[in-house]
């Protein structure tokens, strides 16, 4: 059952990605010249842990967020973008995830709109 919870999560996601794929814009922004809806498809294992802050956090997840984390500007706009609200993504609870991850160079106090990184 969790196996096909989880299936039908990550097909909403790449449904929802593609959607705002036919909106995006050109130049460079938070994550460069990849928009952060495009990046958030780096995170799709993280999709159980950023919605309940009780789910383990898988090595996959951590090696994705630890990669974005070396830009927090890029890594908070994937948190709050339209792509992770729509797959269900709790802000509050994804930015605990580096905490989570136990990455000892994570951005810290980083504010990432109304909430702040533990």
Sequence with gaps: MKAAMKYVFALGFLVVL??????GADGAG???RSSPDMEAMKLIPCAEAAQDANAPVSSGCCAQVKKLGQNPKCLCAVMLSDTAKNSGVKPEIAVTIP???NLADRPVGYKCGAYTLP
């Design 18 to 23: 593609g959607i705002s794929c036919l909106n």
């Design 30 to 32: 938070e994550c460069g």
């Design 99 to 101: 905490k989570r991850c």
